[in-house]
């Protein structure tokens, strides 16, 4: 995987389980929140830390899967 995602302040991250049998490893995968739009189209791709298998699952089948920090405080207003 390749480590571009460093040099952006803000990323999201998903995680799934590898699919290979017998493996079962959690894999993360990070993208950039720059342009995020919420595309159940385009499939997170992953590579497993444990076996190395690289696939792709899509957004709806995710284990887990953060939010860009700003979309979280969009509704916090300063007194």
């Given at each position: 995987?390749?480590?571009?995602?460093?040099?952006?302040?803000?990323?999201?991250?998903?995680?799934t389980c590898c699919p290979t049998p017998d493996c079962g490893a959690l894999a993360v995968a990070y993208r950039a929140t720059d342009g995020v739009e919420h595309d159940d189209a385009e499939p997170w791709e992953f590579t497993c830390p444990r076996c190395g298998?690289?696939?792709a699952v899509p957004e709806d089948?995710?284990?887990l899967?953060?939010?860009?920090?700003?979309?979280?405080?969009?509704k916090v207003h300063a007194a």
């Open positions: 995987m390749p480590h571009d995602w460093e040099e952006f302040d803000d990323v999201i991250t998903a995680g298998m690289e696939f089948e995710l284990v899967q953060s939010v860009p920090k700003d979309w979280l405080l969009a």
